[in-house]
């Protein structure tokens, strides 16, 4: 019943898993023992990061490209975010709700990765306030905020909430591979503090490739890299038509 999942997360207790489905599409939540899958949210969700706070709800992208929340065991979701469109903010994304439990890190989507930013929501106002340039951002189990830049250099700085103000960041990693299509960097850890990372150099680095009946790959042009897909081929085997995401 997982079909067609994104975007996964797990509860606090490590027991239940959240996904998405489609853009927009639904929020459902699965025991990872397995059973079926309940819906929280029907057709109104995006499958740009969800958050399974400590409080017992799930802060997720929706209508809007707004932040909202659901109770994890069902009911009424409710908008928590007032986008800035004065500033260009067209979408509050990847969120990580903070300890302090009045907070979440999310990313400030401007239309680009080159242009986006990390931002401090605060609940009781619906108001995010800049943090520093950045796709994505994590508050690590001791307190410390872990983000990531589109050329895929992961960096620790000290948050202070109060004060909506991020210390300077201390580089940790390089070459993070970043996803084209969701601007987000391939890393995940552990509460004990253990980084799990996939390799790569940062966005727009796919190559298009045949794969020969062997198995092997033979590149269609070895210096042609970017963020492609929607690939489709000519009945004569000898063009490809496909999309390619550029700057902007």
Do not use: C
Not at 69 to 79: I, K, L, N, S, T
Not at 142 to 158: C, E, K, N
Request: hydrophobic share 40%; aromatic share 10%.
């Amino acid at each position: 019943g997982t079909g067609r999942a994104r975007a996964p997360f797990f509860a606090p207790d490590g027991m239940s898993v959240g996904f998405f489905t489609g853009e927009p599409g639904d929020l459902k939540v699965v025991r990872i023992e397995g059973g079926p899958p309940r819906v929280l949210v029907s057709d109104s969700a995006s499958g740009f990061g969800g958050d399974w706070g400590e409080d017992g709800f799930i802060y997720y992208p929706g209508i809007g490209s707004q932040r909202w929340r659901v109770p994890a065991e069902g009911g009424p979701p409710e908008a928590i975010s007032v986008l800035d469109t004065a500033a260009n903010v067209q979408e509050h994304a990847a969120p990580d709700f903070l300890s302090t439990g009045r907070h979440a890190l999310v990313q400030l989507w401007q239309g680009s990765t080159s242009n986006a930013e990390i931002g401090l929501l605060t609940f009781e106002t619906g108001q995010a306030v800049r943090l520093v340039d950045g796709i994505w951002a994590r508050e690590l189990p001791w307190g410390d905020i872990l983000y990531g830049t589109p050329t895929g250099s992961i960096f620790l700085a000290s948050l202070d909430v109060d004060a909506g103000v991020l210390g300077p960041g201390i580089p940790v990693l390089e070459g993070v591979r970043v996803e084209s299509f969701s601007a987000f960097p391939q890393i995940a850890f552990s509460r004990t503090g253990t980084l799990v990372y996939q390799t790569g150099s940062g966005a727009a680095d796919e190559r298009v490739v045949r794969v020969r009946p062997d198995g092997t790959l033979a590149p269609v042009d070895t210096a042609w890299l970017g963020d492609f897909g929607a690939i489709a081929i000519s009945p004569d085997g000898r063009q490809l038509a496909l999309s390619v995401l550029e700057e902007g």
